[in-house]
């Protein structure tokens, strides 16, 4: 059930505590300055395990944007409230209430793992506060049937990331795939989505592997796709399982004889890492590391010169969350507790200076953007062309708009 949103009140609240004190105390008032609060971002991403990498990459890229906004929003100073998510559903709702009851933040940020971002998104939606920022997840539910007014995505729905790669697929002439995943949200959607593209289009899916999360013991699966003997495999990993997973497919065999696609969180920020069992894996994917537009060259200058790291997709998406933080921060001059107004600042808002390209907020909160097809060479992803324009999700369910 959605609550309404706060209403703005009447005198700034992050301006009350410290004015408040100087009234009540004889204090030489002209000479005492309030100090504005700090707005408070929840932050609520792996730090550890599978996805550690991507958590990490999404809050510095967050972390960027907000160092570039000044460290302050409308005057406000910006903290950070960070918990490890472990990406662990069965941790999420604690996590969640500890973050949005206990702390109360103005912002909610997070997380990576569909399942937990299922079970954040409906206390969150349901509570109308406050704003959430999710940086990853891609559960398409997400912005289908369970959108709210208060949840918006900076990422992309995981039907995005599937659906270009069956056409891909496809048309390299392939007529039948196996795919292989884990057994949750995120794989079951994206492998649904390719694999229902690829279908229409003619093509045959043999068998739908299924790997529990996080497990990376994939040996038995793949003498299975050896014996299939499918014309490609169609998969999704991320973070360190997708270093595992495209490692022992290229120390089976397979690499040579059965080309591998994906969602290009296969080898996104973990390329270099896979080192030559990476190389030549096409992949769709809403950025490409050498997508060569000025705000992305600046991005990725600004972000190794930061971090010491190279850029990702993941470092896009949080960078692009700081600034739906600061543009919906700066709409209500600070004062988070007008939630439905920060909404309002984020409804259709249009992105021009996002690393990706510019795209755009979508009636159901996901964004509508641009989709490539790209591949590895030498621990780079290079774009080969554009897999989908402009691709929003169908957000079948979604009452919002
Ligand atoms: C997900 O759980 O939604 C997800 C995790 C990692 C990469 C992409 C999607």
New binding site residues.
Partial sequence: MLTSFHSRPGRRRFLAGAAAATATVLAPAPFVLARPAPIRIGVLLPYSGT?AM?GTAITDGMKLSLAQAGETLAGRPVEYIIVDSEASPQQAPQNTRKLVVRDRVDVLVGP???GVALAMAQIVGARGAPLMIIP????DALTRELCAPNVFRSSFS?WQTGYPCGKVMADDGHRSIVTITWRYA?GDEIMGAGAEHFEALGGRVIKHIRVPFPDVSFQAHLSEIASLAPDAVFAFF?GGGAVQFVRDYAAAGLKARIPLYGPG?LTEGVAGAQGEAADGIRSTMHYVDDLDIPVNRRFRDAYRDAYGREADVFAVQGYDTGTLIARSATAVDGDTSAVGDMAAALEGIRLEGSPRGAWQMSPAHNPTQTFYLRDVVDGRHRVLGVAAEALADPATGCTLA
């Fill in positions: 996805y991507l990576v793992h569909s990853n997840a891609g559960a995981n995120a991320s969180f």
